[in-house]
T-cell receptor, first 114, second 110 residues
Framework: DADVTQTPRNRITKTGKRIMLECSQT?????MYWYRQDPGLGLRLIYY???????NKGEISDGYSVSRQAQAKFSLSLESAIPNQTALYFC?????????????FGPGTRLLVL | SQQGEEDPQALSIQEGENATMNCSYK?????LQWYRQNSGRGLVHLIL?????REKHSGRLRVTLDTSKKSSSLLITASRAADTASYFC??????????FGQGTRLTINP
């Protein structure tokens, strides 16, 4: 987990506020991902990036945006937070390894939208 | 929609017993992976099985894959209290994205 860090670890915000969650990695991986986890629903992919100039929408991108500032940094923004965006958010990284590719996760950011 | 469906949703066993978790999926895959999540923390990769493999071992973990039934199982032998966690299967359908199941919450009772 120390190779993939997320800030903040916990955040409370109010409906309508814009917030940013940040992810940094020291693994040198090109590929980065943002997921959200809700109780009983597993992880769902929000956005992913395969290199600095590549951004792709995932399963649930509405209400979110991302920025890949550098190979090591991938930020997730909630443009106007709403209560149903309350969740645990995870950043992950991977490197291309054909059919052996696995992902490395950060410790998560717990977000509460009031 | 979620690709993987896991069964059971929760499992409670005594320390020393074996724990078996199952995962079913819907479409063709390149590989299937199992991850562990300790409470409120990030996921940690445990084991990967490719679509042309049927069984794989890693320490006390044994994974099987039946592509004809689109299902996989994770067996943890001789369970320990430290194995208490949630376990997720994830399928790689190509394009190097993973689709996660809902997870099985495993509790090991001392």
């Amino acid at each position: 987990d120390a190779d993939v860090t997320q800030t903040p670890r916990n955040r409370i915000t109010k409906t309508g506020k814009r917030i940013m969650l940040e992810c940094s990695q020291t693994k040198g991986h090109d590929r980065m991902y943002w997921y959200r986890q809700d109780p009983g629903l597993g992880l769902r992919l929000i956005y992913y990036s395969f290199d600095v100039k590549d951004i792709n929408k995932g399963e649930i991108s509405d209400g979110y945006s991302v920025s890949r500032q550098a190979q090591a940094k991938f930020s997730l923004s909630l443009e106007s937070a709403i209560p149903n965006q309350t969740a645990l958010y995870f950043c992950a990284t991977s490197e291309p390894r054909g059919d052996q590719e696995t992902q490395y996760f950060g410790p998560g950011t717990r977000l509460l939208v009031l | 929609s979620q690709q993987g469906e896991e069964d059971p949703q929760a499992l409670s066993i005594q320390e020393g017993e074996n724990a078996t978790m199952n995962c079913s999926y819907k479409t063709s895959i390149n590989n299937l992976q199992w991850y562990r999540q300790n409470s409120g923390r990030g996921l940690v990769h445990l084991i990967l099985i490719r679509s042309n493999e049927r069984e794989k071992h890693s320490g006390r973990l044994r994974v099987t894959l039946d592509t004809s039934k689109k299902s996989s199982s994770l067996l943890i032998t001789a369970s320990r209290a430290a194995d208490t966690a949630s376990y997720f299967c994830a399928t790689n359908q190509g394009a190097q994205k993973l689709v996660f199941g809902q997870g099985t919450r495993l509790t090991i009772n001392p």
